[in-house]
């Protein structure tokens, strides 16, 4: 194999697809970008088996072939080689030199016919969102998966199709997370289960731009995105996704209507005396026009007071800060509403027309105040 | 005691006077700022018992009084806090209120009699820099201090004076990095060797502004650093310093000059085929007009090459690349000259007027090429 590109393509190709080079592996081979230019064009591949990620990157092919490099050197290599012409060039013993203006690495290569490819996918009927859509929703509800394996479910997100709106939805356990999106076009309904670990790596490869558009393809074991030069596929989490309507409802004893960022700051502020671990509650106590938070540890007390409109009855309420602040954070409105039934059920923060809403469960907080 | 004054005037002073409290010890007072409001003005202080730092921040003094609290809560308090006009207050038993805007805090403080004062230091005579040479001096250098304590004297830096002109020094015992400081006035002679842990601190704190001066007081025991509002008083390091002089040498038997970028990158780029604690060598090849340079590691081989220009003889040399990527890091100058001896003999790379001295030792590469 010979190929000659830019730096540059080649750089942006290779980290796009070290998303799916795996960190800790007992197969070496998965740890290789493969550089496959066997055809007219040239494919980066990497695979994890769970997730591979290919892309396709512009340049001139000398010679067919293909060789499978390690990601971690081959990265730093192109990373550091001068902002020019790269030439790769492998004989059929997998040793490759790779040459730019006249600095020459010379690294061993593996076979790339070991390269376990990217499972073939019929891909019908995309639904097709903007890059800038997707990479918000993902935002918008990764933080709310659970992080350990006890559920394997629970370590994914799901993604439903109805007509023309996709809801995604995570949850840990302590909280719900859902984002309904509008589409353009309507759709046959679908649902699948999304490995989080996906969707955090398909965002840092989106471009986040409005007007660049991503095709989803659901089967019934893998979702596929296909953006740019770059196809992503990765395995499905099976099983029945949790039924959450049966956790929502609109009956509300106390409405809140809040400044979004004075309760962010205000909470953020409040847990500066709460040490990593430690599981101290905000107490929110609900009054007319007034909010007063408190929180109290080994360290000190904060106080605080801030001005609301509020509906219905006064509450003394606690919860988890981190979880307020993670809805909060991701939330773009200037006011936020908060619904509570009591001080044992959980908070509802969400906008008229919910296209977001934040589950967050209380905590028992006897003995805090 | 009662205090007020502007968020950003306060934490700014905590940030600097945080650079003094250690991260481990066994006193807990070591850990605070101590806030002394018992005159006029309002002076935060830390002191670790080597270095202190004292700093003086506007605000106006509602009761006289001190408190030393906690530096990381308080510090993190401070920065959350709204910007605007912050009081601190305290009572008898040091429970100390910070109140900014509707957010209370309330936090333990400890007796400010408790907390050691920095030495008193009868100050003569300064030395007097801008703040930018004094920062870019200690960046210049600091990075060839031993970071163990098997020689407490490498650990430091010298900073020689001799009429008007400023010698920093630091050493580990593979090379040796050398600054000539042209200072405004002439001053009489002296010698102190200053902790390498206090001028990384200094110079954190350091603005380097061109037209804002530092004040350099040396006592038999202390370095004064006095600058805007800040005064940092450090221990000395005990014992005479290095004789360097006799380790210079103006004789050469080849004379290289580079393109300083060009090496940098090529030097930079053979290090990636380096794991972390391996010592490869880089080993360079001196011909007329072209250096070659070669890293054979595990992970395989890079060869480059660069135009030179050269005096006297070819040469073979191998280097630890970490030790000329430090030195070359620092040098502004587009071109550098290197003076070889033989292979076994140090590198040198200095200006004509020697305003920096890098000396390198090479390294044993029998069997590396």
């Known amino acids: 194999m010979k190929i000659r590109c830019k730096k540059s ?3 942006k190709g290779v980290s796009i697809v070290s998303k799916a080079v795996p960190t800790k ?5 998965l740890e290789c970008i ?6 007219n064009i040239i494919k980066l591949t990497a695979n994890d088996m769970e997730l591979g990620i290919e892309t396709v990157i512009e340049g001139a092919i000398e010679q067919k072939g293909m060789i499978a490099l390690d990601a971690r050197i081959f990265s730093d290599i192109v990373r550091k080689l001068p902002d020019n012409d790269i030439m790769i060039e492998c004989d059929d013993n997998q040793q490759t030199l790779i040459t730019c203006e006249k600095a020459k690495f010379n690294i061993s290569g593996k076979s790339g016919e070991d390269f376990s490819y990217l499972p073939y996918i019929e891909r019908e009927e995309p639904i097709i969102v903007s890059q800038f859509t997707l990479k918000e929703v993902i935002r918008q509800t990764i933080f709310s998966i659970a992080d350990n394996d006890s559920n394997k479910l629970m370590t994914g997100e799901l993604f439903e199709i109805n007509g023309d709106v996709m809801k995604v939805v995570s949850l840990d356990g302590h909280r719900i997370s859902i984002r309904n999106i509008e589409l353009k076009s309507s759709y046959d309904p679908r649902k699948v289960v999304v490995p989080g670990k996906t969707l955090i790596e398909v965002s840092k490869i989106l471009s986040g731009e409005a007007d660049s558009e991503v095709s989803l393809y659901f089967t019934n074991n893998h979702i596929v995105f296909e953006f740019d030069s770059t196809v992503v596929v990765s395995r499905l989490i ?8 049966q956790m929502l409802s609109n009956d509300y004893e106390t409405k809140v209507r809040i400044n979004k960022k004075e309760l962010l ?8 005396l709460v040490k990593e671990g430690d599981k101290k509650p905000i107490i929110i106590n609900i009054l007319d026009e007034v ?13 605080e007071e801030i001005m609301i409109s509020k509906e219905g009855k006064d509450l003394l309420i606690g919860f988890n800060p981190k979880f307020l602040i993670d809805a909060l954070r991701v939330i773009e409105d200037e006011e936020v509403d908060l619904y509570f039934m009591n001080a044992k059920a959980p908070c509802f923060i969400k906008d008229e027309k919910e296209s977001y809403i934040y589950l967050i469960l209380p905590v028992n907080f006897s003995g805090a105040v």
């Open 9 to 11: 393509d080649l750089a």
């Open 25 to 29: 592996t007992t197969m070496p081979i």
């Open 34 to 39: 493969l550089i496959d230019a066997t055809t």
């Open 238 to 245: 099976e099983g029945e996704y949790f039924r959450i309507d």
């Open 265 to 272: 700051n205000c909470i953020d502020r409040a847990t500066l």
């Open 291 to 303: 909010m007063e938070l408190k929180i109290k540890s080994q360290l000190g007390t904060m106080d």
